[in-house]
């Protein structure tokens, strides 16, 4: 597509129920990132993936998120057992990813899926 | 773990008023972006710099790199109502020469632009 399509684009869940949210990155775009954001601050990075290697999970803040990445397009960002402060704007990203070309860091963001634990 | 500070968080101004915003670290990066980002959407890219001591101009907004590349500044000159949002720092890991797209970015600025 022409952007980065991201669903569901709000969802309300019971605290400890299981969500996944999915991003649908730019056709040759090999490069897909997730940021999480609290309400009106900055994007804390959560994981990156490029291509066929091995993804970044360098930023999930614990073992109940996981991502994964199928035939190097759509991505599936999983949370179980939810909890309150999991409660975020959650942004994904993707790029072209040529390491070491400008198209690596041009980012274009999904309009995010807002999730909301109560 | 590479950290950006962004000043100020929050800048309420009136129409036609001159504002900066800034962004320090005390690392070194490949390149520096600034986004702007409006309620319910994600960020937008406005100006990547990449050359320490660049500037580079986008209509009523100019961005600055430090000579140092750890630092960066947002100017914008008479603020309209249509400026407000948020808008981040984002900056490119200097990582062995290479560049990628791991961006570590500041808190944000909320400005708001009062007619």
């Known amino acids: 597509g022409a952007g980065v399509s991201q669903s569901p684009s709000n969802k309300v869940t019971e605290k400890g129920k299981d969500v996944e949210l999915r991003c649908d990155p730019i056709s040759g775009h090999t490069a897909l990132y997730w940021y999480r954001q609290s309400l009106g601050q900055g994007l804390e990075f959560l994981i990156y993936?490029?291509?066929?290697?091995?993804?970044?999970k360098s930023g999930l803040p614990s073992d109940r998120f996981s991502a994964e990445r199928t035939g190097g397009s759509v991505s599936t960002l999983t949370i179980q057992r939810t909890q309150q402060e999991d409660s975020a704007v959650y942004l994904c990203a993707s790029s072209l990813g040529l390491r070491g070309s400008s198209g690596a860091n041009v980012l274009t963001f999904g309009a995010g899926s807002r999730l909301t634990v109560l | 773990t590479q950290l950006l500070e962004q000043s100020p968080q929050f800048l309420s101004i009136q129409e036609g008023e001159n504002l900066t915003v800034y962004c320090n670290s005390s690392?070194?990066?490949?390149?520096l972006q600034w986004y702007r980002q409006e309620p319910g959407e994600g960020p937008v890219l406005l100006v990547t710099v990449v050359t320490g001591g660049e500037v580079k101009k986008l209509k009523r907004l100019t961005f600055q790199f430090g000579d140092a590349r750890k630092d960066s500044s947002l100017h914008i000159t008479a603020a309209q109502p249509g400026d407000t949002g948020l808008y981040l720092c984002?900056?490119?890991?200097?990582?062995?020469?290479?560049?990628?797209?791991?961006?570590?970015f500041g808190q944000g600025t909320i400005l708001t632009v009062h007619p």
């Open positions: 993936f490029q291509g066929n290697s091995a993804p970044d």
């Open positions: 690392s070194v990066f490949s390149s």
């Open positions: 984002a900056g490119v890991p200097n990582a062995g020469g290479t560049s990628y797209g791991k961006l570590t």
